[in-house]
């Protein structure tokens, strides 16, 4: 017996780092899922590997809301329901706050605070005719703490936070639970590129355990989340960054 078993989820940003690692431990738990994102040779080669009847990719754009009426309809269709989102897709812009382009800060909110929005708006009708589910939104450690250079991801991380906690009251009725995981630092492609000299030292000094997160980690607290493990849980933010929040490490 999986955890998941029987349930449908979609899962956002599913073509690499945390929503991959979503996507493949909720396929081993039992759930079929839909991975969406706009990397779409990467998110196909990950469906196909799963298998068709346990999963299937399609394109989204989570900053449009056409393109998420097409995909919680497209995720019905092909596996009969929807039982729970994942809301996982985001980008990441560093940039001083006098600094930051007007052009760049709205094309953060676009994706990462537009498209939970647009996510839990269309996806919530859908659980709610399933019986009820879950939903998992995304935040981050920086939606909790300040952390200079990140102007307009912390304050799309913060958003996130306020959406689940209302979305959470309202749809508490219609038997579907709203929390928010925050990751800290995650050896992602997004938060680690490749190209930054110096990072695993950074992240050993600063982080009370020691060393950057994986993705796999952070996908386990969304299978938490998930499942009836969290039956009583609704409206929570869940910080997983190492200890991180609590204080920086001077060992």
Request: aromatic share 6%; net charge negative.
């Amino acid at each position: 017996m999986g955890k998941l078993d029987g349930r449908v989820i979609l899962i956002t940003g599913a073509a690499r780092g945390q929503g991959e690692q979503e996507a493949r431990i909720f396929a081993e738990e039992g759930a079929r899922v839909v991975l969406a994102d706009v990397l779409d040779d990467e998110g196909e080669a990950i469906a196909k590997e799963l298998g068709e009847d346990r999963a299937r990719y399609l394109h989204l754009d989570v900053s449009q809301e056409d393109e998420w009426t097409a995909a919680v309809a497209a995720a019905t269709d092909a596996f009969g329901k929807l039982d729970g989102l994942v809301n996982n897709a985001g980008i990441l812009r560093f940039n001083s706050l006098v600094k930051t382009p007007l052009e760049e800060y709205q094309q953060v909110v676009a994706v990462n605070q537009v498209g939970v929005f647009l996510g839990m708006k269309h996806a919530a009708p859908r659980i709610i005719d399933a019986g009820g589910g879950t939903i998992v939104n995304t935040a981050s450690y920086a939606g909790l703490a300040g952390m200079a250079g990140l102007t307009s991801y912390a304050a799309t991380k913060a958003a996130i936070l306020g959406m689940t906690r209302v979305a959470a009251m309202e749809l508490s009725r219609k038997q579907i639970r709203v929390n928010a995981i925050c990751p800290g630092a995650v050896d992602t492609p997004m938060s680690n590129p490749g190209d930054m000299e110096g990072l695993d030292d950074f992240y050993a000094k600063i982080v009370p355990l020691g060393r950057i997160g994986q993705p796999a980690e952070v996908a386990k607290m969304a299978l938490f989340l998930s499942s009836d493990d969290s039956s009583y849980v609704t409206g929570q933010p869940f910080v997983i960054d190492g200890g991180w929040l609590s204080g920086i490490s001077l060992d």
